[in-house]
């Protein structure tokens, strides 16, 4: 009796975590598209120009 409640319960929870593995998820669990977006919003950040405040920050450590 105690054996069939327990597997009741566990089975669904089971398959409940094991989620949409071949969907293209990519890297720490986003889809392909929003790792891609990611990254581009990335690159425009690492290609903005420093702001002045940084600019005299590492002026004065010079």
Same mark, same amino acid.
């Given at each position: 009796m105690r054996a069939?409640? *327990?597997l009741t319960i566990a *089975? &669904?929870?089971a398959l409940a975590a094991c =989620?949409? =593995?071949a969907s293209g998820d990519g890297v720490g669990g986003?889809? $392909?598209s929003e790792a891609r977006a990611l990254n581009q919003a990335a690159e425009m950040l690492d290609?903005? &120009?420093a702001s002045p405040a940084a600019?005299? $920050?590492t $002026? $004065?450590?010079k």
């Open positions: 069939g409640f *327990l *089975l &669904p929870l =989620g949409e =593995g986003v889809s $392909a290609n903005r &120009p600019q005299n $920050a $002026a $004065a450590t």
